[in-house]
Every structure is written in structure tokens, then in C-alpha cells.
T-cell receptor, first 113, second 113 residues
Framework: EAGVTQFPSHSVIEKGQTVTLRCDPISGHDNLYWYRRVMGKEIKFLLHFVKESKQDESGMPNNRFLAERTGGTYSTLKVQPAELEDSGVYFC???????????FGNGTRLTVT | AQSVTQLGSHVSVSEGALVLLRCNYSSSVPPYLFWYVQYPNQGLQLLLKYTTGATLVKGINGFEAEFKKSETSFHLTKPSAHMSDAAEYFCAVSKTSYDKVIFGPGTSLSVIP
């Protein structure tokens, strides 16, 4: 089966610009998660979708971040406007549900200059 | 709240030597415990997980971990290190098998020939 796909793999933008990250989960996986790792720090949970609904968005840092999951398939994470502290690697993961492990994508490395 | 600590941000071992990566957790409920590995320029890959039952868990690539409730530990071991084991290893905890995963800070493993 195809794995979790994220793109772009790298993105370099200037402070104040907008960036949209995309995640395509494994087909049939209802659960989709976003995480990020800021340089030198821990991998932090951002939010969890079950199908198209936000199950838990307690990790979203502020209202500059907007996540959507259209039709319960792919998900986007938009950062608008981007700030320097948003730089890091953004990971997406999906799972089919109970007792199913998380499958991670390779991440998007975001650099805000 | 759940949290994870990993002793040693960097560990170096000789090829063929024992690998021991330490993980301690805190959790108000019986935890689900995981070890993930990240190879350079790749996503996170599940090495092994503990849910219930046998406290010694075997994973991929010859790794295993033992859940010790009294010590709140879940240390990762491998009897003989290979060069290909060089990567970053993350211990993680969650409340259920599909809940958000809380990651430790990671341990970077170097294998010296």
C-alpha cells in the first residue's frame, strides 16, 4: 500500500507570507494527525482529525494555523502569516483506528526567513 | 498529563556492542508506549509498541523493550549494534492506541565502526 505522502518536502518562504502544506494519508485511514518539530525541540502534537472532523486541536499554537480535511481524505495545514518561529519539520500521520499504529509521512521542512 | 523523558540526547556505541536507550514516562492512566525511529531524511517508523499483556516487547530490526511499571520505564535495547542502526530514536506515550502520541525529546544514536 502507498504510505503517507506529504508535499512539498521543503518550503522556504519569507516572514509574512502564506504557506500551505498537504498530507495524503493512507487510503481508508480515518484518523489523521499533524505534528511538528521545531529545531532542537520535541515533536509536538498539533491536531487530530477523524474523517473530516477535528477530534482534538489542542496543540495548534495560534490562529495563524488553519487545518482542513476536505471530505475526510487529504488534509492541508495553512500558516498565514508565517513567522520565523514557525520554521521546523511538519509531520503528518494516519491510522485506521483502534489498535492501529500511526504511519508517518517523511515530513515537510519549512524554513521562514 | 502524560510526558516522556529520554536520558541522553546523544549515545555512541561501537559496532557489535549493546544498545541501551533509556525512556521514562509519566501517565495518570495505564499507558500505551512506543518507540519510533527516524532515519536521515525519512519519516518516523514504528519500532515496537506496548499496549497490554507481556511486558517484554519485541520489535523490528532486533530491538526490544521492557515495560516496567514500578520504574515507569520503557528502555529500548538491542544486543549487537549495526552501522545501519544509526538514527534518532523517540520514545512516546499515549492514553489509547489511537489517541494523540506524546513524544520524548529523542536520542540520536551513533554507531562507531
Amino acid at each position: 500500500e502507498a504510505g503517507v505522502t506529504q508535499f512539498p518536502s521543503h518550503s522556504v518562504i519569507e516572514k509574512g507570507q502564506t504557506v500551505t502544506l498537504r498530507c495524503d494519508p493512507i487510503s481508508g485511514h480515518d484518523n489523521l494527525y499533524w505534528y511538528r518539530r521545531v529545531m532542537g525541540k520535541e515533536i509536538k502534537f498539533l491536531l487530530h482529525f477523524v474523517k473530516e472532523s477535528k477530534q482534538d486541536e489542542s496543540g495548534m499554537p495560534n490562529n495563524r494555523f488553519l487545518a482542513e480535511r476536505t471530505g475526510g481524505t487529504y488534509s492541508t495545514l495553512k500558516v498565514q502569516p508565517a513567522e520565523l518561529e514557525d520554521s521546523g519539520v511538519y509531520f503528518c500521520a494516519s491510522s485506521s483506528g483502534r489498535s492501529s499504529p500511526l504511519h508517518f509521512g517523511n515530513g515537510t521542512r519549512l524554513t521562514v526567513t | 498529563a502524560q510526558s516522556v523523558t529520554q536520558l541522553g540526547s546523544h549515545v555512541s556505541v561501537s559496532e557489535g556492542a549493546l544498545v541501551l536507550l533509556r525512556c521514562n514516562y509519566s501517565s495518570s492512566v495505564p499507558p500505551y508506549l512506543f518507540w519510533y525511529v527516524q532515519y536521515p531524511n525519512q519519516g518516523l517508523q514504528l519500532l515496537l509498541k506496548y499496549t497490554t499483556g507481556a511486558t517484554l516487547v519485541k520489535g523490528i530490526n532486533g530491538f526490544e523493550a521492557e515495560f516496567k511499571k514500578s520504574e515507569t520505564s520503557f528502555h529500548l535495547t538491542k544486543p549487537s549494534a549495526h552501522m545501519s542502526d544509526a538514527a534518532e530514536y523517540f520514545c512516546a506515550v499515549s492514553k489509547t492506541s489511537y489517541d494523540k502520541v506524546i513524544f520524548g525529546p529523542g536520542t540520536s544514536l551513533s554507531v562507531i565502526p
